[in-house]
T-cell receptor, first 113, second 116 residues
Framework: KAGVTQTPRYLIKTRGQQVTLSCSPI?????VSWYQQTPGQGLQFLFE???????NKGNFPGRFSGRQFSNSRSEMNVSTLELGDSALYLC????????????FGQGTRLTVV | GNSVTQMEGPVTLSEEAFLTINCTYT??????LFWYVQYPGEGLQLLLK?????DKGSNKGFEATYRKETTSFHLEKGSVQVSDSAVYFC???????????????FGKGTHLIIQP
């Protein structure tokens, strides 16, 4: 069965712009989580959506937001981009979240210039 | 809060050597523990997991045992190959009572380099 699909794979944006990243989970999975990966901070949890509701949020500013649609696809939005937002953004899907196994996409590499 | 500590490396070994990557954790409740592997330019792949104390996860020759008494989940492999070169992440999840909807907490990752 198809894995987790993230689009686009690469993105270059200018400071101050906004960006939207997309994640299509594995069919049947209702939980989608987002992570930011940087060399300095490692992997950090952004937020999780389950059945169209944000269930939990990590310690990121309000410029980072997301949503989930009825088909479980999720989008993540970052407004007013800063240089420090340059990172690999990873999406993970799982059946119900929590302790259930998470499957990761290949990520979207965002570069802010 | 939850945290995971692992050796960051790089760890350089010769092919067929024995591998141990240490991982210790701090968590409230009863977390599940995972090892993920990341190859260059790729996302994370689940390598193995353990959901309760004394469980042993295993996959592709890798093993890790959930040790509650020492809060550890060390990754081992008896004979590594060049193809095992990657970054390995220890992670925990689900320590809370609310279904663990607080995401995975990762260690910083260990870069493993296997030389032929």
């Amino acid at each position: 069965k198809a894995g987790v699909t993230q689009t686009p794979r690469y993105l270059i944006k200018t400071r101050g712009q906004q960006v939207t990243l997309s994640c299509s989970p594995i069919s049947g999975h209702r939980s989608v989580s987002w992570y930011q990966q940087t060399p300095g901070q490692g992997l950090q949890f952004l937020f999780e959506y389950f059945s169209e509701t944000q269930r939990n949020k990590g310690n990121f500013p309000g410029r980072f937001s997301g949503r989930q649609f009825s088909n479980s696809r999720s989008e993540m939005n970052v407004s007013t981009l800063e240089l420090g937002d340059s990172a690999l953004y990873l999406c993970a899907s799982s059946l119900t979240g929590g302790v259930t196994e998470a499957f990761f996409g290949q990520g979207t590499r965002l570069t802010v210039v | 809060g939850n945290s995971v500590t692992q050796m960051e490396g790089p760890v350089t070994l010769s092919e067929e050597a024995f591998l141990t990557i240490n991982c210790t954790y701090t968590a409230t409740g009863y977390p599940s523990l995972f090892w993920y592997v990341q190859y260059p330019g790729e996302g994370l792949q689940l390598l193995l997991k353990a959901t309760k104390a004394d469980d042993k996860g295993s996959n592709k020759g890798f093993e890790a045992t959930y040790r509650k008494e020492t809060t550890s989940f060390h990754l081992e492999k008896g004979s590594v190959q060049v193809s095992d070169s990657a970054v390995y992440f220890c992670a925990l999840s689900g320590a809370g009572s609310g279904g663990g909807a607080d995401g995975l907490t990762f260690g910083k990752g260990t870069h493993l380099i296997i030389q032929p």
